[in-house]
């Protein structure tokens, strides 16, 4: 059972198990708390503001950060651009087609939560991926649109007659892939930024350099290749952990070595192979970068990308940094992508799970029971949702008195100490929490 009445009036004063509360019926005893809103921390436990070195006159927010983060904190810029790859990146993981309509419904739920840009596909896929992507366009929405391409002629000309406002021209940087993929030289890769930027602005289109495997990259061909970026016009450079083998610390070095040496926009692209996409993000937010690219849910090639939820919610509550997306409607976004690429959200996954606010734990329900900050870490209504609690192993006997009084039924301690017992064994057997009709039943044969 899940109360879904937000605007329920016991909401406001925090209490959790008033009789009058409707109940609703569902497959498992689940009953949310409706939680008072927790007081906003107020902990800037440093009086540093930190500024924008690259934006003059731009005053960053304070942050609540340790001393310890102050010693490495190089510079966080007061906002943060989330250029959303879900319909890009996100479609090419393995199997995940959307068609036309899913990529037009994602893209207008991804600007209705205020994502400002949007990376919409890949021209050189053809006529159809093209028509997708002026549909998109044709929507008038507010975030700013980009497409993918190879840094190649015929790439760039598919872009042509497309109206997106940016062009990602993506070149192998590292010595693996300019040889062994390319088959050039890193001095052809230099060559062809100088000659391809200045092409795409041509076109009217701002450029970002995708540096495709950066992380492999020799850090000082790296620093030249942006240089030479900026210097053609490129407005920003995509570092791309093509291969998904970066952790924080690292990423922190790289990161702040490019922003010492150019001005343009740096923006980070990290896969998720080792666990590390969000970390790694915001590593290079912490060093400098200006964007980062997300999908929703972590939707990707192989291990997949940085989650915007997650990217989001910890910029956000980590390091208070705005990123003007609300994701009150996450849910449904998120069920919209799970629903078109066929890749159901993971019970357990962070912030978008349905056992991300879900709780068994005899003493965790206690506390929340007693006050939701007690195990609270994220408010699960910033994402419009609600903490959860089931019946299961690890129930006490106050989650379980708590559960009958939903049903009409007052246990004393005694009965409810035995139902227990019963409810221990029925979810060891069966590997879920017991139906409103079961919970009944263990009571039918306590009393006879
Ligand atoms: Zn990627």
Same mark, same amino acid.
């Given at each position: 059972?899940?109360?879904?009445?937000?605007?329920?009036?016991y909401?406001?004063c925090?209490?959790?198990?008033s009789p009058?509360? $409707?109940?609703?019926?569902?497959?498992?005893?689940?009953?949310?708390?409706?939680?008072?809103v927790?007081?906003q921390?107020n902990?800037?436990?440093?009086?540093?503001?930190?500024?924008?070195?690259y934006?003059?006159?731009?005053?960053?927010a304070?942050?609540?950060?340790?001393?310890?983060?102050?010693?490495?904190?190089?510079v966080?810029?007061?906002?943060?651009?989330?250029?959303d790859t879900?319909?890009r990146?996100?479609e090419?993981s393995?199997?995940?087609?959307?068609?036309?309509e899913?990529?037009?419904?994602?893209?207008?739920h991804?600007?209705a939560?205020g994502?400002?840009?949007?990376?919409?596909?890949?021209?050189?896929?053809?006529?159809?991926?093209?028509?997708?992507?002026?549909?998109?366009?044709?929507?008038?929405?507010?975030?700013?649109?980009?497409?993918?391409?190879?840094?190649?002629d015929?790439?760039?000309?598919?872009?042509?007659?497309?109206?997106?406002?940016?062009?990602?021209?993506?070149? $192998?940087?590292?010595?693996?892939?300019?040889r062994?993929?390319?088959?050039?030289s890193?001095?052809?890769?230099l060559s062809?930024?100088?000659?391809?930027? $200045?092409?795409?602005?041509?076109?009217g289109?701002?450029?970002?350099v995708?540096?495709?495997?950066?992380s492999?990259?020799?850090?000082?061909?790296?620093?030249?290749?942006v240089?030479?970026?900026?210097?053609?016009?490129?407005?920003?450079?995509?570092?791309?952990?093509?291969v998904?083998?970066?952790?924080?610390?690292s990423?922190?070095?790289?990161i702040?070595y490019?922003r010492?040496?150019v001005?343009?926009e740096?923006e980070?692209h990290?896969?998720?192979?080792?666990?590390?996409a969000?970390?790694?993000?915001?590593?290079a937010?912490?060093?400098g970068?200006?964007?980062?690219?997300?999908?929703?849910?972590?939707?990707g090639?192989?291990a997949?990308?940085?989650?915007?939820?997650?990217?989001?919610?910890s910029?956000?509550?980590?390091?208070h940094?705005?990123?003007?997306?609300?994701?009150?409607?996450?849910?449904a976004?998120?069920?919209?992508?799970a629903?078109?690429?066929g890749?159901?959200?993971?019970?357990?996954?962070s912030?978008?799970?349905d056992?991300?606010?879900?709780?068994?734990?005899?003493?965790?329900?206690?506390?929340?029971?007693?006050?939701?900050r007690?195990y609270q870490g994220?408010?699960p209504?910033?994402?419009g949702?609600?903490?959860?609690?089931?019946?299961?192993?690890?129930?006490?006997?106050?989650?379980?008195?708590?559960?009958?009084?939903?049903?009409?039924?007052?246990?004393?301690?005694?009965?409810?100490?035995?139902?227990?017992?019963?409810?221990?064994?029925?979810t060891t057997r069966?590997?879920?929490? $017991?139906?409103?009709g079961?919970?009944r039943?263990?009571y039918?044969?306590?009393t006879?």
């Amino acid at each position: 059972m899940v109360h879904k009445n937000p605007a329920h009036p016991y909401q406001a004063c925090g209490e959790i198990s008033s009789p009058t509360r $409707p109940y609703v019926g569902f497959a498992t005893i689940v009953y949310a708390l409706l939680l008072p809103v927790a007081p906003q921390s107020n902990q800037h436990r440093l009086s540093n503001c930190f500024f924008n070195k690259y934006n003059a006159g731009t005053a960053l927010a304070p942050v609540t950060l340790t001393e310890q983060n102050m010693i490495t904190m190089q510079v966080l810029k007061d906002k943060i651009i989330i250029d959303d790859t879900t319909l890009r990146d996100g479609e090419q993981s393995a199997g995940v087609a959307f068609s036309r309509e899913e990529k037009l419904a994602i893209a207008i739920h991804l600007d209705a939560l205020g994502v400002p840009e949007l990376e919409v596909g890949i021209p050189a896929m053809g006529r159809e991926e093209q028509e997708t992507i002026q549909a998109i366009a044709d929507l008038d929405l507010d975030a700013r649109l980009i497409a993918w391409c190879r840094m190649a002629d015929y790439d760039l000309q598919q872009c042509r007659y497309l109206n997106i406002d940016m062009v990602d021209l993506s070149i $192998p940087v590292s010595d693996q892939q300019i040889r062994h993929k390319l088959g050039h030289s890193r001095q052809w890769v230099l060559s062809e930024i100088k000659r391809q930027v $200045p092409l795409a602005q041509d076109m009217g289109l701002e450029v970002c350099v995708g540096g495709e495997d950066a992380s492999r990259a020799d850090p000082d061909f790296l620093a030249e290749v942006v240089e030479i970026a900026q210097r053609a016009g490129a407005r920003r450079f995509r570092f791309a952990d093509t291969v998904g083998i970066m952790e924080p610390f690292s990423v922190y070095e790289r990161i702040q070595y490019l922003r010492s040496m150019v001005d343009l926009e740096l923006e980070m692209h990290a896969h998720d192979d080792f666990g590390m996409a969000t970390a790694n993000t915001l590593a290079a937010v912490r060093a400098g970068a200006s964007h980062v690219n997300t999908t929703v849910h972590g939707l990707g090639e192989r291990a997949g990308n940085a989650p915007l939820e997650e990217v989001v919610m910890s910029l956000k509550h980590l390091y208070h940094v705005n990123t003007g997306i609300e994701l009150q409607n996450f849910s449904a976004l998120s069920k919209q992508v799970a629903d078109a690429s066929g890749r159901p959200v993971g019970w357990q996954k962070s912030l978008a799970g349905d056992g991300a606010f879900t709780h068994e734990a005899g003493i965790h329900v206690d506390g929340l029971l007693k006050d939701p900050r007690n195990y609270q870490g994220v408010d699960p209504s910033e994402l419009g949702r609600q903490h959860s609690l089931v019946l299961g192993k690890h129930s006490g006997t106050r989650s379980l008195m708590h559960a009958y009084k939903h049903l009409g039924m007052d246990l004393n301690r005694q009965q409810a100490s035995r139902i227990l017992d019963r409810l221990r064994k029925f979810t060891t057997r069966f590997k879920r929490s $017991p139906e409103d009709g079961e919970l009944r039943r263990f009571y039918e044969e306590l009393t006879g």
